[in-house]
């Protein structure tokens, strides 16, 4: 899952990094969750992987994106 960074005053969360699709990927993973925000990169490496991503946002409703699109 993608890293949390949280200071006193503000809560910032890292984009998703393309080394853990590629992980997923190689792991034969078919379902990523993260908190981490999915890049327009990320998103267009697991689609090319079949891989669902799958976003939980801190304050909105989860974000999928589906593999194989």
Partial sequence: MGSLLTDRHT??????????????????????VTLSASTAMTVRWARHNNLNLIHVPHRSAPRLYRGGV
């Fill in 11 to 32: 809560e910032s969360i890292q984009p998703l990094q393309p080394g853990l699709i590629q992980k997923a990927v190689r792991a034969k993973i078919s379902t990523l």
